[in-house]
């Protein structure tokens, strides 16, 4: 599986983004597929986490309300839709996949990386 995220910039405070993590390979729609970021001196930590249907989601506490997490199997595509955008939330934004059956916040977890995409959010 390669995949490849897509949709960061350079947004304002309060603005929204929707990224996106494309998919090749026809295993793809059995995977779950988390998204992490990374910002700058710091590790990279959790975001949120989608089951391979899409009927289970997983946020972290510092998003929950503000992203959302979905998917289009038959397009190979995740993606997630943030909103009410902070300047915290800069970082470089990285999808996975990971072959479970539950959306999980383990970056270890993940099989497959991505090669990530910019976000900064000026205030």
């Known amino acids: 599986v390669q995949l490849q995220a897509s949709g960061g910039g350079l947004v304002q405070a309060g603005d929204s983004l929707r990224l996106s993590c494309v998919a090749s390979?026809?295993?793809?729609?059995?995977?779950?597929v988390g998204w992490f970021r990374q910002a700058p001196g710091k590790e990279r930590e959790f975001v949120s986490a989608i089951n391979w249907h899409g009927g289970s989601t997983y946020y972290s506490n510092s998003v929950k309300g503000r992203f959302s997490i979905s998917r289009d199997n038959s397009k190979n595509t995740v993606y997630l839709q943030m909103n009410s955008l902070k300047p915290e939330d800069t970082a470089v934004y990285y999808c996975?996949?990971?072959?479970?059956?539950?959306?999980?916040?383990?970056?270890?977890?993940?099989?497959?990386w991505g090669q990530g995409t910019q976000v900064t959010v000026s205030s």
């Open positions: 390979g026809r295993a793809f729609v059995r995977y779950s």
């Open positions: 996975a996949a990971d072959w479970a059956d539950y959306p999980q916040d383990t970056e270890s977890e993940y099989d497959y």
